[in-house]
């Protein structure tokens, strides 16, 4: 049987494999884990009992979730976000990873505007879905924000038979960037003008390190879909359960295109998961205190290892929210291609077999390969001991910062 010829050309996810090839490489060596972004906090508490308590739960739920849920994500986000959410436009999936693909998938041609770096599931899903995908760069001294004036460009360049997305992630993976509130106004009317419709993966907009999440949806209610979830901010990636919000403009033409997407592919999120989901969009003290602490935490050592980094001369912006970093390694360059390093993956390649340092190259996430930037997932922490407030901070920072002395002592031996 031949096959080859007629198979999608489709990697496998770098975020998924890193963690994978770690999880073998730890059977016989130590490995610092910068690689996978899974959040290191347990699961509070009162989700685990909502969860246990509903286990028996087997029957299918409806295909857009259950009503109680969807209900308490729309009063959630109108109080976190003071944004215009109704029960009756969410749309529950099996994570937000999903979701985005259902969206994508729901027209049959688009062009969709992707920024470099961006996280590495957008290109291939929009691929997947028979799009065409453009990159618009951002630039370091921007702390790699898209800025309105490329979006503007590339939708003057691009042609107007077809609809055009834009994909947008804040707080950012892999930068750990956000947006204020006038960089937001400042897109949503380039959006507008050139009538983009705009997917704001918002998945950690809840880690903010502040608690200054805007959402994307204030500044254009009538063309932005909302994804976000459990993921990130309860730590409950592999429950798989992710949110999605129509605007009402696009309700009558989109949701019942994206019902269908969900009726033939994943029929419904498990009926116990969706029960304990409603625990955490219940507002309850528990789980913003929760919250409110791993902010603290991972604020903490985002900027510690910031500084570490750029005081060994990898260049890094401070991250607003989320638990990433995105250091550029360029200042290093003369002594690493002495060294026969000269692309970011040879980079990640060398770091993890000579230091056992496990960081994922930029051109993973859409950079130019010869450009040496990575992606730093600061998690290698005890979550656990981290919720504890009477852990020192910089305490739970050691293993983060251990590992960032790794990556300079495997720097300067060879300078």
Avoid at 200 to 218: M, V
Wanted: proline content about 6%; charged content about 20%.
């Amino acid at each position: 049987m031949t096959l080859a010829p007629h198979l999608r050309s489709l990697p496998h996810s770098e975020t998924l494999r890193i963690n994978e090839r770690c999880e073998r490489l730890a059977l016989h060596r130590p490995v610092v884990r910068f690689g996978f972004g899974q959040s290191p906090f347990p699961v509070p508490d009162r989700l685990q009992r909502a969860l246990a308590e509903h286990a028996h739960e087997k029957a299918y739920a409806p295909v857009q979730g259950l009503a109680e849920l969807r209900t308490a994500v729309a009063d959630f986000h109108r109080r976190e976000d003071s944004v215009d959410w109704h029960a009756d436009r969410v749309l529950i999936g099996p994570g937000s990873k999903l979701l985005i693909y259902a969206a994508l998938a729901a027209f049959r041609e688009a062009h969709v505007f992707l920024t470099s770096p961006s996280w590495v599931s957008y290109a291939p899903q929009a691929q997947l879905a028979g799009h065409q995908v453009t990159r618009l760069a951002s630039r370091a001294e921007n702390q790699w924000r898209l800025q309105p004036e490329d979006l503007a460009a590339a939708c003057r360049t691009v042609s107007t038979a077809l609809p055009r997305i834009l994909i947008l992630n804040f707080p950012n993976n892999p930068a750990g960037s956000s947006y204020e509130e006038a960089h937001l106004q400042a897109l949503a009317e380039v959006a507008r003008q050139h009538e983009v419709l705009v997917i704001s993966d918002e998945i950690y907009g809840r880690l903010h390190h502040q608690g200054a999440h805007s959402s994307f949806a204030e500044y254009y209610p009538e063309g932005t879909l909302v994804t976000g979830g459990l993921s990130k901010w309860c730590g409950a990636g592999g429950w798989r359960l992710g949110i999605l919000h129509i605007p009402e403009a696009l309700e009558a033409t989109l949701k019942p295109i994206l019902l269908g997407v969900a009726s033939e592919t994943w029929s419904c999120v498990s009926t116990p998961i969706q029960r304990a989901a409603v625990a955490a969009y219940s507002g309850h003290p528990e789980i913003e205190q929760f919250v409110a602490r791993q902010r603290t935490v991972l604020g903490h050592i985002g900027r510690a290892a910031t500084e570490r980094l750029n005081n060994m001369e990898v260049r890094t912006a401070f991250p607003e929210g989320g638990f990433y970093l995105f250091p550029d390694f360029e200042l290093w360059r003369p002594a690493l291609a002495a060294r026969g390093i000269r692309t970011a993956a040879e980079l990640c390649e060398h770091l993890l077999a000579e230091a056992g340092v496990a960081l994922l190259p930029g051109s993973a996430f859409g950079m130019p390969a010869d450009q040496l930037t990575t992606r730093l997932s600061y998690v290698n922490i005890d979550g656990a001991a981290a919720l504890d407030a009477s852990t020192d901070l910089d305490t739970i920072a050691e293993p983060v910062l251990q590992g960032i002395e790794l990556i300079h002592g495997w720097l300067r031996p060879k300078v």
